[in-house]
C-alpha cells in the first residue's frame, strides 16, 4: 500500500492543538461537576500524565505499520468482525460533532443571545466544514496552521488584557474543597480528550515526527490550560462559580486602552476553531463509512452526515434529559477511553497473536 | 438517465474527434507537381479571399508564384529583397524545378528567415504568419521567405501596470515583438521560446517561454498536456486558455494563473523557473504555477529600499484585508456586537443608523452597488467623461445622500476606505469585490459568527488549492521560514542572491 504523506508534522500539531484550544475554550464548570477551578490546575498535570497512557496503544499501532491508520487495522486484523469497531470509530466522530455543535448553539442561545437564526448559523458552520472535509486534510491542515496562527495572537492579546486584573486575593489554596473536584477534573479533561482517537486516523497521513506531535500536543495543551485557569482564577475570583462559560466570561470584562468587552474576539476564535475542530472530525468520519460503504457512495453519506448533525445539533440542547446524558462526562469518557485505548489495545493484542501463531 | 446523457456526450466527442482527424490530414495534404493545381488548391481553400494575393512570375525561365496576404507583409522589404532578386536572377542551365529553387534560396534571397514548406497546412500557417511563399511549377515544395511587416500598436507603459521605478515597456498584441523584449533582458542561451498553436477555426499561436535548465520538466510536459486539450474554436485572448490551465474542478475566487503586461515582471517569474504563456493578438502573458503571495508583489518591490519596500508590502496585505473584509466586520459589529467599539464611536454610528431609512446592512450593500456601478460607468466610458462620472458620484450621490439622510457617513467612509484599499492590489479587484459583497450579506445575516466562517472557509478554499502540484498558499501553509524573507519582509538584494529558490522547490 503506498502510503499518503501529505501533512507535516507541525501541521498535524496544529490540528490536535487548534482541537484542543476548541475544547478548551468551551471549558466549564457545571459540566465537570465543580465547585473549586483552581484545583484543576492539579488536574490538568494529572490528565497529561494519564493521556500519555492513553495514546501509547495508538502509537504502538503506528510503529508497527505506519502506513495504515486504525480503519485499515480493524479490517486487517479482524475481517468481518473489525466493521463493528469501525461502527464505533463513526460514531464516535459523529458523536464529537454533534457535541462540538450543540454545545456552541447552547452557548450562542443561552449566553450570548444575539439576534440570529441560531438555525442558519448551525446549517453555515455544517455546509462550510463538509465543504473543508471534502477539500481534504490537506486543506484543513494547510488552513489550519494559518488559523491557529491568528487565534494563538489573540489569545495572547486576551491573556495580556486580562493580567492587569488578576488579583491574589482571589487564590485559594489547592484542594481546599476536598480531592472532589480534582478528581472531577481528570474526568472531564480526559473525557474531552477527543484528539486521541482522531489520532488513530489521522496519524498516517504525517510525513514524520508522530512521537513529537503526539507528546507536544498533550504538554502544550494541559501547560497553556493551567495557565489560562491560573490567570482566569486570578482575575475573576469566585465571580466564575456563577457563569457557565468561564474563559468567554473572562474576555467579557477584559479590557485595554480603548478596547472593551473583547468577547468579540472569543467569538471569532470559537468560531473558526468550531468550524477547523467539526470538518476534521467530519474528514475522520467520512474516511470511516466510506470504508464501511465503499467509495461510490461518497456524496450520500455527506448529505445525510450534515442533515443528522444539523438535526442532533439544534434538537439536543432542548431536551434536557437527552442533553444531560449526552453531557455527562462518564459518558463521554467512557466513549473516549473505549476509543483511544480499549479498541487500539484489542487490535495490538491480536497483531501480537497473529504474529506468536505465524512464528509457531 | 444519466447514463445516457453521458453515452451520448462521449458519443458526440467521438465524433468531432473523428472530424477533427480528418480535417487534420486534409490540411497536411502535400503540395502538388503542378503549379496549376496548387493555385487552385490555395484559391479554393481561402475562397478567393479579397487579401490573397497571388502574382505569377517567371523565375529562371521557370513558371512559378508568389503568395502573400495583404497587409501582413512588408511591401519595401517584399519588393527589394524578394521580387528584385529573383526576377532578375541569371538563368542557371540545366536545372530542375526543385535545384532552381535550391538556388533562389541559396544564391539569390539575401533575407535571412526562409522556410522549406511542403505541405498545404504548413504554407497557410505560414502565409498568415506573413511569410512570402514561392512556388516553382514541377516542385512538390515550396520556400516561405520572411517579409513580415503589419502594423501594431508601438511599445508603451501598459496602464493597468504602472510602476515608479524600472522599465516603461509593457507587451504589445504581436506576439514577436514581445518575444524581443524578453530575449533582451534574458540573454541566456537557455531561454526557450516553443510555439503551440490553439483554436481550431482562429489557430492562434501561443508561445510557451522558459528557461531549460530552471523550469521543472514535469510542470512544463503537465502544461503542454493540458494546452493540447483545449478545445475552442477561438483563442482571440489569453485569458481564454486560464480554465484549461488551472486544475480540475478548481472552484475559487483566486486565479492560480498570473498576469502581465511587463516584460520584466515576466522575465522574473521566468528565472524562477515559472513558464510564461504569449498568445498572439494580447499584450497579456499568462504566468503559471502562480502563488497566492505572488499578487502581492510588484517590480517596484525589488527596486526600492528594503524597509521602504517592507512596508509597502504590509500596507499591501493590510488593503486586502480592509478590502475582503472591512464592510462585513462594520456591519456584524455593528448590528451585533456594538460593545466592542469606543464608546464615542459608536454613538455616532448609532447616531448614523438611527437617521437612514434602510437597515445597516442594506444600506452598505446600496452604497457598494452604486460604487460599483460608477466604476463600471467610469472604466467604459472616455476619459474626460470617466472624471465627470467621478465627480457626480463622489460629490453629488455621496454627499447629497448623506445630508438627505438617506445613508449614513459612517458607512459611505467605510466603503470609500474599502474602494480605495481595493486598488492597492488592482490584481485581486475581482475577487474581493466578490468577497465583499458576500461578507456584508453574511455579516448582516450571522454577525461575526458568519464573518469568520466565511473567513474560515475562505482560507481553507485557498489552502486546498494547488496547480501542477504547487500549493497556491505556499510558502505559508505549507510554512517555509526561508522564503519568508520576500513575504514578511523584503530584504536587500545581497540577502535575496544568496539563494534562487526555484517554484518547484517551494515546500509541497
Avoid at chain 1, 478528581?183 to 496519524?203: D, E, H, Q, R, V
Avoid at chain 2, 460593545?339 to 438611527?354: G, H, Q, T
Wanted: net charge neutral; charged share 20%.
Amino acid at each position: 500500500m503506498e502510503r499518503k504523506n501529505i501533512v507535516t508534522a507541525p501541521q498535524l500539531f496544529s490540528l490536535f492543538f487548534l482541537c484542543n484550544i476548541i475544547i478548551g475554550i468551551t471549558y466549564n464548570l457545571p459540566m465537570a461537576k465543580s465547585i473549586g477551578i483552581l484545583d484543576h490546575i492539579l488536574s490538568a498535570i494529572a490528565a497529561l500524565f494519564i493521556n500519555i497512557l492513553l495514546i501509547f496503544p495508538i502509537y504502538k499501532i503506528y510503529k508497527i505499520n505506519p502506513n495504515i491508520n486504525i480503519v485499515d487495522n480493524c479490517i486487517k486484523n479482524f475481517k468481518k468482525i473489525g466493521i463493528i469497531f469501525l461502527i464505533i470509530y463513526g460514531v464516535y466522530y459523529i458523536f464529537v460533532c454533534c457535541y462540538m455543535l450543540s454545545l456552541f448553539n447552547i452557548f450562542v442561545r443561552d449566553i450570548v443571545d444575539p439576534d440570529i437564526s441560531l438555525f442558519m448559523l448551525t446549517f453555515c458552520v455544517i455546509l462550510g466544514s463538509s465543504y473543508a472535509a471534502c477539500k481534504g486534510i490537506e486543506g484543513i491542515a494547510r488552513a489550519c496552521s494559518i488559523i491557529l496562527f491568528i487565534i494563538c495572537l489573540a489569545i495572547v492579546f486576551i491573556i495580556f488584557t486580562i493580567i492587569p486584573q488578576i488579583d491574589f486575593m482571589n487564590y485559594t489554596p489547592l484542594l481546599f474543597n476536598g480531592p472532589n473536584d480534582f478528581i472531577n477534573g481528570i474526568f472531564y479533561l480526559t473525557s474531552l480528550s477527543f484528539y486521541i482517537p482522531l489520532a488513530a486516523t489521522l496519524l498516517p497521513v504525517v510525513k514524520s515526527g508522530a512521537k513529537k506531535v503526539l507528546i507536544a500536543t498533550n504538554t502544550v495543551t494541559y501547560i497553556l490550560f493551567a495557565i489560562v485557569i491560573i490567570i482566569i482564577a486570578g482575575a475573576l475570583g469566585d465571580y466564575l462559580k456563577t457563569q457557565t462559560f468561564q474563559i468567554y466570561e473572562a474576555t467579557s470584562t477584559a479590557e485595554i486602552g480603548v478596547f472593551k468587552r473583547l468577547d468579540a474576539i472569543y467569538l471569532g476564535i470559537f468560531t473558526s476553531g468550531l468550524f477547523i475542530t467539526v470538518s476534521l472530525f467530519l474528514f475522520a468520519f467520512f474516511l470511516v463509512i466510506k470504508k464501511i460503504l465503499g467509495v461510490k457512495r461518497n456524496k450520500l453519506i455527506i448529505f445525510f452526515a450534515d442533515i443528522f448533525l444539523l438535526v442532533i445539533s439544534l434538537i439536543l440542547p432542548e431536551f434536557e434529559e437527552i442533553s444531560c446524558f449526552f453531557y455527562d462526562t462518564k459518558f463521554i469518557f467512557v466513549f473516549t477511553f473505549l476509543t483511544s485505548f480499549v479498541i487500539p489495545t484489542t487490535i495490538l493484542l491480536k497483531y501480537k497473536l497473529n504474529l506468536k501463531w505465524r512464528n509457531d | 438517465m444519466i447514463k445516457f446523457f453521458k453515452n451520448l456526450i462521449s458519443k458526440y466527442e467521438i465524433q468531432n474527434e473523428a472530424e477533427f482527424v480528418d480535417h487534420e490530414k486534409e490540411n497536411k495534404q502535400s503540395l502538388f507537381d503542378s503549379l496549376k493545381k496548387n493555385l487552385e488548391n490555395f484559391k479554393n481553400s481561402f475562397d478567393e479571399s479579397a487579401d490573397l494575393t497571388i502574382r505569377p512570375i517567371k523565375v529562371l525561365n521557370t513558371n512559378a508564384a508568389i503568395i502573400t496576404m495583404e497587409g501582413m507583409i512588408n511591401k519595401e522589404t517584399f519588393a527589394t529583397s524578394v521580387m528584385n532578386p529573383i526576377v532578375y536572377a541569371f538563368e542557371k542551365e540545366n536545372l530542375t524545378s526543385s535545384e532552381k529553387l535550391e538556388y533562389i534560396k541559396n544564391n539569390i534571397l539575401t533575407i535571412s528567415e526562409q522556410i522549406d514548406v511542403e505541405t498545404f497546412d504548413d504554407s497557410f500557417k505560414l502565409i498568415m504568419s506573413g511569410f512570402a511563399l514561392l512556388i516553382f511549377d514541377g516542385c512538390k515544395k515550396a520556400l516561405a521567405i520572411g517579409v513580415q511587416g503589419f502594423n501594431f500598436r508601438s511599445i508603451s507603459e501598459p496602464e493597468t501596470e504602472v510602476m515608479q521605478k524600472g522599465s516603461k515597456e509593457g507587451f504589445v498584441e504581436a506576439i514577436r515583438i514581445n518575444l524581443t523584449m524578453i530575449r533582451r533582458r534574458i540573454k541566456n542561451p537557455k531561454l526557450k521560446f516553443e510555439f503551440l498553436s490553439c483554436g481550431n477555426t482562429s489557430l492562434t499561436d501561443i508561445c510557451l517561454c522558459y528557461i531549460k535548465d530552471i523550469v521543472s520538466d514535469k510542470i512544463l510536459q503537465e502544461l503542454k498536456k493540458r494546452i493540447s486539450k483545449v478545445n475552442l474554436q477561438n483563442v482571440l485572448a489569453a485569458e481564454y486558455l486560464v480554465p484549461y490551465i488551472e486544475e480540475k474542478g478548481d472552484l475559487s475566487f483566486f486565479s492560480s494563473v498570473g498576469f502581465s503586461e511587463r516584460p520584466d515582471t515576466v522575465c522574473g517569474k521566468i528565472a524562477e523557473g515559472r513558464i510564461a504563456i504569449l498568445v498572439d493578438g494580447t499584450p497579456t502573458a499568462l504566468i503559471v504555477p502562480y502563488l497566492f503571495i505572488e499578487y502581492f508583489q510588484t517590480i517596484d518591490d525589488y527596486a526600492e529600499r528594503p524597509y521602504f519596500a517592507t512596508l509597502t508590502r504590509w500596507l499591501k496585505y493590510l488593503s486586502f484585508f480592509i478590502a475582503t473584509l472591512l464592510p462585513g466586520l462594520y456591519v456584524a459589529l455593528a448590528v451585533f456586537n456594538p460593545e466592542v467599539f469606543p464608546d464615542r464611536l459608536i454613538s455616532k454610528i448609532a447616531y448614523s443608523i438611527a437617521g437612514t431609512p434602510f437597515p445597516l446592512m442594506l444600506e452598505t450593500l446600496i452604497i457598494h452597488f452604486i460604487y460599483e456601478i460608477m466604476r463600471e460607468a467610469g472604466l467604459r466610458l472616455p476619459r474626460p467623461l470617466g472624471h465627470a462620472v467621478s465627480i457626480v458620484g463622489g460629490l453629488v450621490i455621496g454627499e447629497t445622500a448623506v445630508n438627505a439622510g438617506l445613508i449614513g457617513a459612517p458607512t459611505l467612509m467605510v466603503v470609500a476606505l474599502t474602494a480605495i484599499s481595493s486598488y492597492v492590489i488592482p490584481n485581486l479587484y475581482e475577487p474581493t469585490a466578490i468577497l465583499r459583497l458576500i461578507f456584508i450579506l453574511v455579516g448582516g445575516i450571522l454577525g461575526i459568527w458568519g464573518v469568520m466562517l466565511l473567513f474560515s472557509v475562505l482560507i481553507v478554499n485557498i489552502c486546498s488549492k494547488s496547480n501542477f502540484g504547487i500549493p497556491f498558499a505556499s510558502p505559508i501553509a505549507p510554512f517555509d521560514f526561508y522564503s519568508m524573507r520576500d513575504v514578511i519582509t523584503r530584504v536587500s538584494w545581497k540577502t535575496l542572491s544568496k539563494k534562487n529558490k526555484t517554484i518547484q522547490n517551494m515546500p509541497h
